[in-house]
């Protein structure tokens, strides 16, 4: 059942990723079914999220290149981000992370809620963003650095920050915005993971279920995202990510 359970939701997981984000929502409280500690939960979360990341990325091949010639300085902030996340991370117990984790999930899901109307408003601020001065440019640099390293520390939620900042930073083709938004946690979380495992802070045995599922469902779904309407998953996300946050916050704080 276990193996079930983990795989099942790794699938789920690896599937609402590449279609409108929010994977962790299933994946993060299945490991913490399954018996993993909280951080470790976490890390694992990022590692079994990681092949979704990559198959998602390489169904969006000819989209992504559309943005070519941002790849190589965001991919550089996207690596020091994950980076300094996953080091935030190690530094915490499990007894804190457990009292930070509410409120983690609560963030994600109300950026995941308004990131649509986030996003639209950015557009129209950035509509100049190509004229932008070398400290605004330098700007939108350490707000990428600093969305990557939440998303090191917390995979969750990551996906919507990061597309709020493609908007921000002029983007506006969301099949690109996607593609991209897939490359860069590959990035961070290949950084992340690599710490997490010298660390010892994956549970390799459940994170290998669910990072089979994540794999198969990541392609699956980038190859129909064409196909289905993403308001219908992004809503059921939503209301999925409010209930889960009362049951963190009951179980933490009551």
Known sequence: MEILLLFGAGLLAGAV?????????????????????????????????????????????????????????????????????????????????????????????????????????????????KKMAFGVVAGLFVLLVLVNLYGGFFNGGHGILLLAFFALAGLTNIHAMNGFKLVLSVIVASIAVTRFAIAGSIAWYEGSFAFAGTLIGGFISARLAYRIPTNVIRNAVVIYGVFLTAIFFWKTYF
């Not at 198959?55 to 902030?77: C, E, H, N, V, W």
């Open 17 to 129: 990723n590449s279609l409108a984000g929010g994977g962790s929502f299933v994946l993060f409280p299945a490991l913490l079914l399954a018996g993993v500690p909280p951080i470790a939960a976490n890390a694992t979360n990022t590692f079994a999220s990681l092949p979704g990341y990559a198959t998602g990325a390489l169904a969006f091949g000819k989209d992504i290149m559309q943005f070519r010639d941002k790849l190589i300085p965001y991919s550089i902030a996207a690596a020091v981000g994950g980076y300094l996340g996953a080091e935030l991370l190690l530094q915490v117990s499990d007894a804190q992370f457990a009292k930070v984790v509410p409120w983690l999930i609560g963030l994600a899901v109300f950026m995941f809620a308004i990131g649509g109307n986030i996003n639209q408003w950015l557009s129209t601020y950035s509509a100049g963003s």
